[in-house]
């Protein structure tokens, strides 16, 4: 018997599938895909590059966590930017879900090391789809732009393996660490996940008008100083 889809193909309040803005955007991106596994490969790289990767862009309402909200917005973290992909996925009737994991995140700023008090990132989103016979991970959170300003290895997905975060950055670092998988999801469990936030990152989410774009700059620039000072090797 043919496994039964049809909880992984209906929108839902937050993965509206059905607005307007969100089958427009999913549409126009199929650059003309017959496959389904084309086509989500498409879908997943309009979504990582096209949608800026913004941790301090945490609105836990419905409405913020919304596929379409994130699409007017340009901005997202990761797991608005997975129900945004698992949306426009619905779109065009091929199978996705939400999956979650607590990762040791070593991409972060001093804003975020200092509200934050730990390198741990609960509830870390991607989206599973359903590609020629099985569900794949793809993680589309972060864009080409900020992967490349801090030498991160992009993410890149084939619709035949799993897309999830290399451990070591370009450079040899220590960059993403997988500590526990919570699983994955016909919809957002909006409640767990705000009431985890909420426990562990208070002072993260009532950030206003903070612009994650300069604190990466000033990132880099304190790395490339640390860098310029070094010793020279014997």
């Given at each position: 018997m043919a496994p039964d889809f049809h909880e992984t193909l209906r929108p839902t309040p937050v993965i509206d599938s059905d607005h307007t803005r969100v089958t427009t955007f999913a549409r126009s991106h199929m650059n003309g895909s017959a496959t389904a596994r084309d086509q989500a490969v498409c879908l997943y790289y309009a979504v990582r590059d096209g949608i800026r990767y913004d941790p301090y862009a945490i609105d836990l309402s419905m409405e913020g966590m919304r596929a379409s909200t994130t699409l007017a917005s340009g901005r997202g973290w990761c797991v608005p930017k997975a129900v945004l992909l698992a949306a426009c996925c619905r779109v065009l009737r091929i199978p996705a879900k939400l999956g979650f994991a607590d990762v040791r995140n070593h991409l972060s700023t001093e804003r975020l090391r200092t509200l934050m008090k730990t390198d741990i990132f609960f509830w870390h989103g991607y989206t599973s789809i359903y590609i020629d016979g099985q569900w794949v991970k793809a993680t589309p959170a972060f864009n080409i732009e900020l992967c490349e300003r801090f030498h991160l290895k992009p993410l890149d997905f084939d619709g035949?393996?799993?897309?999830?975060?290399?451990?070591?950055?370009?450079?040899?670092?220590?960059?993403?660490?997988?500590?526990?998988?919570?699983?994955?999801?016909?919809?957002?469990?909006?409640?767990?996940?705000?009431?985890?936030?909420?426990?562990?990152?208070?002072?993260?989410?009532?950030?206003?008008?903070?612009?994650f774009d300069e604190d990466v700059n000033k990132e880099r620039s304190a790395v490339n100083s640390a860098s310029n000072h070094l010793p020279p090797d014997k």
């Open positions: 035949g393996s799993d897309s999830i975060y290399h451990p070591f950055d370009q450079l040899g670092n220590a960059h993403m660490e997988y500590v526990r998988y919570r699983g994955e999801f016909l919809d957002l469990p909006l409640d767990q996940i705000k009431d985890t936030l909420q426990r562990h990152y208070g002072p993260l989410l009532s950030l206003t008008a903070v612009d």
